[in-house]
């Protein structure tokens, strides 16, 4: 496809249990960004990977959170021990280069934490 | 401490009027403004942006405009459809940071 793809769409889990999300990205595209989006609030950065420079992780919100981005394509997110402030959308996006290239945003993964 | 605020959670107006959308911004060293349009169930798509250098730039049936000094812009849609209902963001780059910082958005609907 040509666009950002996301995997699972919906996931639900159970408080304490890990969960990976997917990203797989624009081909080409050297930059790859997570956002999340709680309810009622804006795109929240998490974490953003440049080519193979090491990923800034000042957006992650806690030590359970963890990503990684294997050769310079797909990408994880992987959430440990769940809690119920994790229930969010949690959004990829792609861009060519710099931070100002468009970003093209995969269509989330919604995670509900019971 | 939010960088990049809009302080309107939400917007209604008549199809066929203008809508306009404000953003506004405390750090000085923004130079680069974006705006995204998302639609429910979809990623934010990206719509029009806006160099520090200029005080306007049009797209269409979308215009921003930038005032520097009062660390404000808008986003106006004329004249505004149906298609339009969506949640719009705006967005500035923090280059020392490599990141772009998103404002909590403005859902605007369009009424007929």
């Known amino acids: 496809g040509a666009g950002v793809s996301q995997s699972p769409s919906n996931k639900v889990t159970e408080k304490g249990k890990d969960v990976e999300l997917r990203c797989d990205p624009i081909s080409g595209h050297t930059a790859l960004y997570w956002y999340r989006q709680s309810l009622g609030q804006g795109l929240e950065f998490l974490i953003y990977f440049q080519g193979n420079s090491a990923p800034d992780k000042s957006g992650l919100p806690s030590d359970r959170f963890s990503a990684e981005r294997t050769g310079g394509s797909v990408s994880t997110l992987t959430i440990q021990r769940t809690q119920q402030e994790d229930s969010a959308v949690y959004l990829c996006a792609s861009s060519w280069d710099r931070v100002t290239d468009t970003q093209y945003f995969g269509p989330g993964t919604r995670l509900t934490v019971l | 401490d939010q960088q990049v605020k809009q302080n309107s959670p939400s917007l209604s107006v008549q199809e066929g009027r203008i809508s306009i959308l404000n953003c506004d911004y405390t750090?000085?060293?923004?130079?680069?403004f974006l705006w995204y349009k998302k639609y429910p169930a979809e990623g934010p798509t990206f719509l029009i942006s806006i160099s520090s250098i200029k005080d306007k730039n049009e797209d269409g049936r979308f215009t921003v405009f930038l005032n520097k000094s009062a660390k404000h812009l808008s986003l106006h849609i004329v004249p505004s459809q149906p298609g339009d209902s969506a949640v719009y963001f705006c967005?500035?780059?923090?280059?020392?940071?490599?990141?772009?910082?998103f404002g909590k958005g403005t859902r605007l609907h369009i009424l007929p």
């Open positions: 967005a500035a780059p923090a280059w020392r940071d490599d990141k772009i910082i």
């Open positions: 750090n000085s060293m923004f130079d680069y």
